[in-house]
């Protein structure tokens, strides 16, 4: 079982920076391909950003590609979505999410991870 928290939301005009992490539980946290999504109010959750195991390997959708970088530190257990020039269209809800690395390639799609946290706001004023 691996629990996740997400912490650094909030409200920020456009063109600012917010750093979200995401805590995870558990010993074995570094065999873990970890993602963010976000969800804005009466659409689908979107992908975002995902990492492997190592954090050696990255992948972003082109709507945030250049903008956002995910990051981890597996000494810590936590996860981080660097999101710089944030746009009113950033605004959701973002999670953090979790899945057993595998070498199947990069996991873009919400069903493909097993854990997930209780999201955090994230608000972009224009």
């Known amino acids: 079982q691996v629990q996740l928290v997400e912490s650094g939301g909030g409200m920020v005009q456009a063109g600012g920076s917010l750093r979200l992490s995401c805590a995870a539980s558990?010993?074995?946290?570094?065999?873990?391909?970890m993602g963010w999504f976000r969800q804005a109010p009466g659409k689908e959750r979107e992908f975002v950003a995902t990492?492997?195991?190592?954090?050696?390997?990255?992948y972003y959708p082109d709507s945030v590609l250049g903008r956002f970088t995910i990051s981890r530190d597996n000494a810590k257990n936590t996860v981080y979505l660097q999101m710089n020039s944030l746009k009113p269209e950033d605004t959701a809800v973002y999670y953090c999410a979790a899945v057993k690395w595998d070498d199947l390639g990069f996991k873009t799609y919400s069903y493909e991870y097993d854990y997930w946290g209780q999201g955090t706001q994230v608000t972009v004023s224009s």
């Open positions: 558990g010993r074995t946290f570094s065999s873990y391909a």
């Open positions: 990492i492997n195991w190592s954090g050696g390997n990255t």
